[in-house]
């Protein structure tokens, strides 16, 4: 450990010079899978299966790799959500001091997870969580941890395969409860937080550093905008599919209520071809919001990811000079 906290490892000058595999041998690959409600109620909770480079029969999460420090080769593990937010925190405490980019972990949903928690038993096994937002966690959940598995660093952090790894139960990470009271001064000190980086200065020496700077504010900005701009393209789209199938189930009705039987067969062809249109404009809508809309957000926490080291730079900084 170096006076910092940070675990000691040379810290390369650029993220260019960390140390990378470039012949393709060494991998790792995760797959998030089957969300389960576990439980009932409020006290609920939806828990994930992972899997670690092997082939899904059931749904969790899963790893295939063949880095030498894991045990196994592959394996799986089930993983509740506050469990993706307990990883995030360890590493956050372990290596942004350090100057390392942590791929942000997807945020809690309190609306939707209330609604799962809340929601009647089904049935038939697996057909209570059909719900848009859960496969959007899943898919968030899968993507933060494979963005993490590609750190060259991270991917060998010892929390990081412990996560992956054990079959043991995680330490409870109650800090991430959203309606906890560790949750309301997560909720404060986050809020503490933004309002340091705006009041914090620093007489900046470093050009690259400024320019960078600059830079990310600028992308992160614009990104910002376009992300609001297929948010709304989504939702015109999803709009614009419920008006559709209005006008294929008029017609529909028209052409049952039509004595001519050209003019009805031709009412009928054309409801046939409104609802495909609706399908269309749905299929549109989902694959605006799962590549376009998740990817540009993914890319958004990634922006914060840096500016958050950053700001780490001008606390210290800043403290070096109080002292």
């Not at 940070?6 to 390369?12: G, K």
């Not at 006290?43 to 899997?51: C, P, Q």
């Not at 200065?201 to 600059?214: G, I, L, R």
Request: net charge negative; proline share 4%.
């Amino acid at each position: 450990m170096d006076p910092s906290g940070c675990p000691q490892e040379p810290l390369s000058p650029t993220m260019e010079e960390v140390e990378t595999n470039d012949n393709g041998d060494q991998y790792i690959e995760i797959t998030v899978s089957e969300p389960q409600k576990m439980g009932d109620g409020i006290g609920s909770f939806i828990a994930y299966k992972l899997w670690i480079n092997c082939v899904i029969y059931v749904p969790r999460v899963s790893t295939s790799t063949n880095i030498m420090k894991f045990k196994k080769r592959q394996f799986s593990v089930i993983r509740r959500f506050s469990d993706f937010l307990g990883l995030h925190d360890i590493l956050v405490s372990k290596y942004l001091r350090c100057g390392r980019i942590i791929p942000p972990a997807p945020q809690k949903n309190i609306i939707g997870s209330t609604k799962v928690k809340m929601a009647q038993p089904q049935a038939e096994p697996g057909t209570g969580l059909g719900m848009e937002w859960v496969e959007n966690r899943r898919a968030a959940l899968e993507r933060y941890l494979n963005r993490t598995a590609q750190h060259p660093i991270l991917c060998v952090d010892t929390d990081f395969i412990n996560f992956l790894e054990s079959d043991q139960d995680l330490p409870r990470a109650v800090n991430t409860a959203a309606l906890s009271g560790a949750g309301v001064m997560r909720m404060f000190n986050k809020v503490g937080e933004t309002v340091n980086k705006i009041t914090y200065k620093m007489d900046e020496n470093d050009p690259w550093f400024e320019e960078k700077s600059a830079e990310v504010e600028n992308l992160d900005m614009h990104m910002q905008k376009l992300h609001a701009s297929i948010k709304a393209l989504v939702q015109h789209r999803r709009e614009l599919s419920h008006l559709t199938g209005g006008v294929a189930k008029s017609a529909a009705l028209l052409s049952t209520c039509e004595e001519h039987t050209g003019l009805s067969r031709a009412l009928s062809q054309l409801a046939d071809v409104e609802e495909k249109v609706e399908l269309l404009r749905s299929e549109q809508a989902n694959s605006d919001l799962y590549i376009l809309s998740e990817t540009l957000k993914d890319y958004i926490g990634l922006f914060g990811a840096i500016k958050d080291v950053f700001h780490e730079r001008v606390k210290v900084s800043v403290s070096s000079h109080s002292h």
